[in-house]
């Protein structure tokens, strides 16, 4: 069955989905004898006892031969925000962070159900170290047998997945294995702005490493974060439940399993069954007894300064917490009660969208890349020539971006205004962007000089084709939106126009504006 793998892969656990292209439903991927849970897991962990990558335990085969608590240079973990970001790699280890990712990614890959037929592979990778992590992607996937490849940042993922628009300002909160992040991200697109999507690194076996494709992630209005997460919960309910006992792998193992199942009920059962051949022990805890040993550990008044933090620079960038569209909690001890109770009491209003908080960033992978099949990618671009009413002149709006996919999965909306009294008609001009020319020449005096333009700027070549007019009856004046039209690529590359006349609440008639490249 064709369709699009996303792999999100998580400090602590990684989620791999798939979805046909036949338009099913996505699913997550067990594969074991890696994976295991509800939803469905892989423990981002591999233990090499030697140099041999062959003999590597991966994910849950780490945990079931009990090698999660050694300290050797065997295991590796946490290896994921080390990943393209430069430094904090531990030498010690048998193998680097990028070698850890590609290892895992490869596993995954063969372990896919042999029916499944992937023609791509979409990756999500931290904001803060896209550039680098988009340069490992490359080299990591370069033996997988996948026509096309895609990177998305993972707030903006996060936020697509949970059923958050584009262009949203999103607070994402990521209470992990390992750390805790906060961060407010501005989501790109929106607001007759181009679709988000992906950014295609492989494209029908082609490279596209040196494509004009702009980096397209969520902007970050603030960040803070701190080395403590679910881990280290598991530490402290161990600790109030068998303070005598040291905190072994099968100890904190059974602590998670309270921990997980007290995010849905009121009480919990584990059993406990030391590695060393010991009577096995019931371990019991109420989510009250849960809440107030986190309060007496400080993780509200650590997560009240983390939140400050981040608002704090927001505020320096001019945005309020009343700008805040949506909270949206990742990982997976995000979905303990206590946590949400305590987003609803500090940001009160904003609606909280945590329906999936594992899954919501591989399945908004999976969104953010085209459902249906990909033609080709755009070489040139297409804008539409505005009038900008704050400027009082005309401009060009960007319609679809050089790099982007097309067919149009979903259409480009925009709302445009008259720019003159009584004005009988809108001319639709289009044209080509043309980024790659940053210098233009220019006559001073008769002579040619070499000026560079601005940073930013671009020329736009218009088409060859003349203009299309649509009538306006009647007459528009200055001031408010006449028209909203509707822009796609259709599956032959043909850019078609439909909308309505806001005045008369009439659609316009359908037209093809002509062909892109």
């Known amino acids: 069955m064709a369709g699009t793998l996303a792999i999100d892969l998580g400090s602590t656990t990684t989620v791999v989905a798939y979805q046909g292209a036949d338009g099913a439903p996505p699913q997550l991927l067990e594969l074991a004898p890696l994976g295991c849970g509800d939803p469905a897991v892989i423990p981002s962990l591999i233990w090499l006892a030697s140099g041999e990558a062959d003999t590597a335990l991966i994910g849950r085969q780490v945990v079931d031969a009990g090698l999660l608590e050694r300290g050797d240079a065997g295991l590796h973990r946490d290896f994921k925000r080390w990943i393209g970001a430069g430094g904090g790699a531990d030498g010690s280890r048998r193998l680097s962070p990028e070698q850890c990712g590609q290892l895992l990614l490869e596993r995954i890959w063969q372990r896919l159900p042999g029916h499944l037929r992937p023609q791509r592979l979409v990756l999500t990778a931290p904001i803060d170290s896209y550039r680098g992590y988009r340069q490992w992607l490359q080299e ?292 080509e962007p043309n980024p790659e020319q940053r210098r233009e020449v220019v006559y001073v005096d008769g002579l040619p000089v070499l000026r560079a333009r601005p940073a930013g700027s671009s020329r736009v070549e218009p088409w060859p084709e003349p203009p299309q007019a649509v009538p306006l009856q009647p007459p528009g004046d200055p001031g408010d939106d006449r028209l909203e039209l509707h822009f796609r690529i259709d599956g032959e590359g043909i850019l078609r126009l439909e909308g309505t006349d806001l005045l008369l609440q009439q659609p316009l008639e359908p037209r093809a504006l002509g062909r892109v490249r």
């Open 140 to 431: 990591a996937s370069a033996g997988l047998a996948v026509p096309e490849v895609a990177l998305v940042d993972e707030p903006t993922a996060a936020a697509i997945g949970a059923g958050l628009p584009a262009g949203s300002r999103v607070l994402v909160l990521d209470l992990g294995g390992g750390t805790t992040d906060l961060s407010l991200v501005a989501l790109q697109g929106g607001e007759g702005r181009t679709t988000v999507m992906a950014q295609l690194l492989r494209f029908g076996g082609r490279d596209l490493t040196d494509s004009r494709q702009a980096l397209r992630t969520a902007t970050v209005l603030g960040k803070a974060g701190l080395a403590l997460g679910g881990r280290d919960i598991d530490r402290w309910i161990a600790a109030a439940l068998r303070p005598q006992s040291p905190p072994s792998a099968d100890l904190l193992n059974a602590c998670e399993r309270l921990k997980c199942d007290l995010s849905s009920q009121e009480q919990a059962l584990a059993l406990w069954s030391p590695s060393d051949g010991g009577t096995a022990v019931e371990l019991r805890l109420r989510r009250r007894e849960l809440e107030a040993l986190l309060e007496r550990q400080g993780l509200l008044r650590l997560l009240d300064e983390l939140l400050e933090q981040v608002l704090a620079a927001a505020r320096g960038a001019g945005v309020g917490s009343d700008a805040i569209d949506a909270v949206l909690p990742v990982g997976g001890s995000s979905r303990m009660p206590l946590v949400r109770q305590w987003l609803q009491q500090r940001l009160p209003g904003v609606p909280v969208r945590g329906e999936r908080p594992v899954e919501a960033v591989a399945l908004g992978a999976l969104r953010l890349t085209p459902g249906v099949a990909v033609k080709d990618v755009l070489h040139r671009g297409v804008s539409l020539r505005c009038w900008d009413q704050r400027s009082g002149e005309h401009r060009w709006h960007p319609l679809f971006v050089p790099g982007q996919t097309w067919p149009s999965e979903q259409p480009l909306t925009l709302r445009l205004a008259c720019s003159r009294p009584q004005q009988g008609e809108l001319e639709l001009l289009l044209g």
